[in-house]
């Protein structure tokens, strides 16, 4: 399995506190891992260092993008450079567009890799009417696979917070990642929503070629969803494995005492 993503002694520090402390982690094309770990492990902040939102305090990350055949460092670029390059995300705290519509918020993500200039779009020639229609098109094809097509017309606040949640990752599947990293995709689901939510993701990386990196707490999903998981504890990893063996590990026993979540 060639590997997609090499993350080298990735360490941040905001004043006092050491957040994350030589996170490693290679990902091999189309796997699916899980990261987890209690409250302030220091799990979005690693999402936050992939991404580029913050800059590393030392350690290297490298990502082999759609058109690269080595992996190639990304630890100084920015967020869209990242985004344009094939890695995705969604955020614990759902970040839409709220006053637009459903499909407008989909069709935003496309502005990473429209297919018309700007002054295509400013005089509406032919490239930019059919450039629209067919990312319309493709939009709308993505909504259906989350069985949210129906309400494309809708606000984006007028929906059900598990279809918000949905929304967020067509939106981060419009960019065409290569590697999909998702925070917490079923907070706020009930546990039928969350199965349907499990079968989907397993379904969009089959569909879409994905790898995939995921944030939960929901226990059952990651354990169920999940090949391999990293385990985070005050910004180190003390854990990592298949589930199996997550769920018998001591280390990770003591470090959820005391949290609401339950492991078994
Ligand atoms: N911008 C920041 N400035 C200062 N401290 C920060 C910042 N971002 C994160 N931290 C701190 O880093 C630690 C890790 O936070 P992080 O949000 O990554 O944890 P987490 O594992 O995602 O937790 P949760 O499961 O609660 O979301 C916490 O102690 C947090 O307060």
């Known amino acids: ?23 490693r982690l290679t990902l091999g094309e189309g796997e699916l891992v899980g990261l987890i770990g209690p409250n302030g492990a220091g799990k979005t902040t690693v999402f936050n260092m992939l991404t580029g939102i913050y800059r590393p305090t030392s350690g290297r990350i490298l990502f082999r993008g759609r058109r690269d055949e080595e992996p190639r460092d990304i630890t100084e670029l920015k967020p869209h450079q990242i985004t344009s390059r094939g890695i995705a995300r969604t955020f614990q705290n759902i970040r839409l567009l709220k006053g637009r519509s459903v499909l407008e918020n989909v069709l935003i993500a496309y502005h990473y890799r429209v297919p018309y200039s700007l002054l295509d779009a400013v005089l509406r020639t032919g490239r930019y009417y059919r450039g629209e229609r067919a990312l319309v098109d493709e939009a709308m094809e993505f909504l259906s696979i989350f069985g949210i097509e129906g309400k494309a017309r809708e606000l984006a606040q007028n929906l059900p917070y598990g279809e918000q949640r949905k929304l967020e990752i067509v939106r981060a599947l419009a960019t065409h990642p290569v590697l999909l990293l998702l925070d917490e995709p079923a907070a706020g689901m009930n546990p039928k929503e969350t199965r349907a939510l499990m079968d989907l993701i397993r379904f969009i990386r089959e569909r879409f070629s994905l790898t995939i990196l995921l944030i939960e707490h929901d226990m059952s999903l990651v354990m169920n969803v999940c090949e391999r998981i990293v385990v985070l504890d005050y910004g180190r990893i003390i854990a990592e494995g298949d589930p199996e063996s997550i769920r018998r590990n001591p280390e990770v026993i ?7 979540v339950e492991i078994a």
């Open 254 to 260: 003591k470090a959820y005492l005391g949290e609401e």
């Open 1 to 23: 399995m060639k590997s997609i993503l090499e993350v080298r002694d990735l360490s941040i520090s905001f004043g006092g506190l050491r957040a994350v402390d030589h996170f």
